[in-house]
Nanobody, 127 residues
């Protein structure tokens, strides 16, 4: 059984930083393309950032480019999302997702590509 467990969310002020972590068990992490998505109250879930199985390719939403950085440590079966210069509009539940990459450089921004999801971690940014 595949499990994804997010951690690192919390309440911060605008301009602060947070690092989210997502630990993966039950599948070969190094073959998994990983993604972060978020859902704000009253809104649909949206793509944030994604990384290929080998870590060499990344995608980010325009709204977070230059502020958020996705990375992974295949030895620790963990993917990270470093969030700098947080804004109130970044407030949301953040979800980690995983799927088998077609190649080692595959990276996906569509939630429909992902088979496995974590339970989410709340990030709240106050102004």
């Amino acid at each position: 059984q595949v499990q994804l467990v997010e951690s690192g969310g919390g309440l911060v002020q605008a301009g602060d930083s947070l690092r989210l972590s997502c630990g993966v068990s039950g599948r070969t992490f190094s073959y998994s393309a990983m993604g972060w998505f978020r859902q704000a109250p009253g809104k649909e879930r949206e793509f944030v950032s994604a990384i290929s199985p080998d870590g060499g390719k990344r995608l980010s939403a325009n709204s977070v480019k230059g502020r958020f950085t996705i990375s992974r440590d295949n030895a620790k079966n963990t993917v990270y999302l470093l969030m700098n210069s947080l804004k109130p509009e970044d407030t949301a539940i953040y979800y980690c997702a995983a799927t088998a990459g077609r190649t080692s450089t595959s990276v996906y921004s569509s939630e429909h590509e992902y088979n496995y999801w974590g339970q989410g971690t709340q990030v709240t940014v106050s102004s």
